[in-house]
């Protein structure tokens, strides 16, 4: 398990040190930025990504498999992409599977980072909102979209937030990150984004 | 099937502004019927709305007819007295539309039009009409409503109205809440927003919008908004989902979604007290509350069998049965006028299709071809569906009869539109 963290560790390390030579980092705090600064990771990534294993695989087995189980980002592992996540309030957006409202694993660092922030600074104020692909009808989506955005809700409580420092919106479909219709991006599309309204770290 | 593309269409520059949207048959019927709209005669006038190219488009966009270019007519009679029947007959055409447009005053204008058929060589119907410049529009889709209704047997929905949302991310409040004609003129802005507005529905009377609008820091409230006054007030702004206005055919309630109580349920709000009444109790998701003619019932999308399907409850007994079994995604529905046919959204191999369903024979048909169909919204006279789809990555409306036969597309100028709703007759 430690050795399998450290080499997560060691992967998202070189992921945010690709990235900050890759350019100019922007400070914007918008979608756009968040979801251009995960590209340009993901393109510096999508070949020397190891894939994520259980956290109970010991590390040789991790390391004959490396080879096989380096994996591309695509639409379909987007959501769960360690290439998405790092472990600090950094990371500002969760994505989801497709009709999916599960909080994906390799979100856990992150969300636990902002559960600790929170936690620590009870002036805080965060509102996660919810936003779900073009597909389907756009009042449903506003209901799948809650269903995002409460489950973020739900494991930051769990974390120990106070309920006070946390309230939830549902977009649904009307706010999209990308406009396009690919299948890469409506993954992009299906998210919550973590706002912070006071006390941002 | 025909395909009608641009040619036989009778629009004119000169009546279309540059952000209005402009409408296209692009499958019309087999059997629509030839009729001659000649260019109304304007002998000491000069009109500024041409009233024959307008009944000529109405009729045409309708699909039912098949108007014939004027550059074709031999001869352009303005009433009964100059009419040459043989130059109709020899066309092919069954009815003639003539009439003309005398000035009786500054900005003041007299219209006579007669509806004439060819084989009995007689006027079938007339009518003057005494409206201001402003008013020339609404005389020519009077008229497109009675020669319709007296040819079809339906009445014409011509002179109603369109509601949509449009959004242009190139402006500062990229969101606005409009509508226009049926025809797509005379566009009016309702609200304009830097955040979304949705799920825009007309009173029965046709005076008041309610609308989902995002405008307060971000968050979702219902708001009622008189069109004449421009007068509005926030009706809902609970925790949670405001979301789906839909009025109750006596005008005093809306049916709306809450999560208020920790999952999207329907709700009925009482306009004159604010009075709230919960209508449904369900884990799963209950919204797009839609309410059938009489008032009784209403039909929602709920996920409770696992998917999306169609429900109806009654609002009264809050008896429950499920509506639609075709497939895993059937939602949002609309209902014909006389509750015979239910519209909604509906999904195969992953494209979303508008559907119409026969709630008394329970047959069911799929009615368009394009994917990512939705927000389907039925003309009073239940003659068309208004819907909204993708065109090349941007946001269209487009029409469709119930029957499929007919397709009419309403292109954008600018931005995207979406979420069309078609008024009642006004």
Redesign the interface.
């Known amino acids: 398990m430690r050795s399998s963290t450290l080499n997560r560790l060691f992967a998202l390390t070189l992921v945010a040190t690709l990235a900050a030579c890759q350019s100019t980092p922007e400070q914007e705090d918008t979608a756009e930025t968040e979801q251009q600064d995960q590209q340009e990771q993901q393109e510096q990534q999508d070949t020397a990504e190891p894939e994520p294993t259980e956290p109970s695989e010991p590390a040789e087995a991790m390391d004959e498999e490396e080879e096989e189980t380096t994996r591309p980002v695509t639409a379909d592992n987007f959501h769960n992409h360690p290439s998405n996540y790092d472990a600090s309030t950094d990371t500002r957006t969760v994505h989801f599977a497709f009709d999916k409202s599960t909080v994906p694993s390799a979100a856990f660092g992150a969300l636990k980072a902002h559960a600790r922030h929170l936690k620590s600074n009870s002036n805080a104020r965060v509102?996660l909102?919810g936003h779900t692909d073009?597909?389907?009808?756009?009042?449903?989506n506003?209901?799948?979209g809650?269903?995002r955005a409460k489950a973020v809700q739900k494991y930051l409580r769990l974390q120990g937030v106070s309920s006070d420092q946390l309230?939830?919106?549902?977009?649904?479909e009307?706010?999209p990150a990308r406009?396009?219709?690919s299948d890469m991006d409506y993954a992009h599309n299906r998210r919550v984004e973590i706002e912070y309204r006071a006390g941002r770290p | 099937m025909r395909v009608l593309v641009g040619i036989l269409l009778l629009w004119l520059c000169n009546v279309l502004h540059a952000s209005e949207l402009e409408i296209q048959v692009t499958q019309g019927r087999d059997d629509a019927l030839p009729i001659a709209v000649v260019p109304f005669g304007t002998p000491d006038s000069d009109p500024p709305e041409d009233i024959g190219a307008i009944v000529a488009a109405d009729l045409h966009r309708s699909g039912q007819f098949d108007p014939l270019p004027p550059e074709d007519l031999l001869s352009r009679p303005h009433g009964q007295e100059d009419m040459i029947w043989r130059d109709f007959r020899v066309l092919g055409t069954d009815y003639v539309v003539a009439g003309r447009v005398e000035t009786t005053g500054e900005g003041q204008y007299r219209v006579r039009y007669g509806l004439y058929d060819v084989p009995r060589q007689e006027k079938v119907l007339s009518q003057t009409y005494e409206p201001s410049g402003k008013g020339l529009r609404d005389v020519a889709h009077a008229i497109s409503d009675r020669i319709y209704e007296h040819l079809t047997g339906v009445p014409g929905a011509f002179s109603t109205r369109i509601l949509y949302v449009t959004k242009n991310i190139d402006l500062e409040r990229p969101y606005r809440l409009q509508y226009a004609d049926a025809d797509g003129a005379r566009v009016q802005t309702i609200l304009r927003s830097r955040e979304?507005i949705?799920?825009a529905s007309w009173s029965p009377n046709g005076k008041r919008v309610a609308y989902v609008s995002?405008e307060d820091e971000?968050?979702?409230g219902i708001y009622v908004h008189d069109l004449a006054t421009a007068e509005r007030r926030r009706v809902s702004s609970y925790?949670?989902?405001n979301?789906?206005p839909a009025w109750s055919p006596d005008g005093d309630r809306l049916a709306i979604?809450l999560?208020r109580d920790g999952n999207?349920e329907i709700y009925l709000l009482e306009l004159g007290s604010g009075e709230l009444t919960r209508l449904t109790d369900h884990y799963g998701?209950d919204?797009?509350p839609r309410w059938m003619p009489d008032g009784e019932s209403l039909l929602f999308?709920s996920n409770r069998a696992g998917g999306?399907q169609i429900y109806e409850i009654n609002v009264n007994t809050g008896n429950t049965r499920r509506v639609t079994f075709e497939g895993s995604?059937n939602?949002?529905a609309d209902v014909t006028p006389d509750g015979r046919f239910m519209v909604f959204?509906h999904?195969i191999d992953?494209d979303?299709h508008v559907a119409v369903k026969d709630l008394e024979r329970g047959t069911f048909d799929v009615v368009t071809s394009t994917e990512?169909d939705?927000?389907p919204s039925v003309a009073p006279n239940g003659s068309m569906i208004i819907y909204a789809t993708?065109e090349g990555?941007e946001g269209i409306l487009k029409a469709v009869s119930m029957d499929g036969q007919v397709k009419v597309e309403l292109p954008s100028r600018e931005g995207e539109v979406r979420?069309p709703a078609w008024s009642p007759f006004l």
Do not use: C, D
């Open positions: 509102r909102a073009e597909r389907g009808t756009r009042e449903y506003v209901a799948l809650e269903r309230e939830t919106v549902s977009y649904g009307e706010k406009r396009g219709t | 979304p949705m799920s995002f971000g968050m979702p925790p949670g989902i979301g789906a979604t999560s999207p998701i919204t797009e999308t999306p995604y939602a949002r959204v999904r992953g979303f990512l939705e927000s993708q990555g979420e």
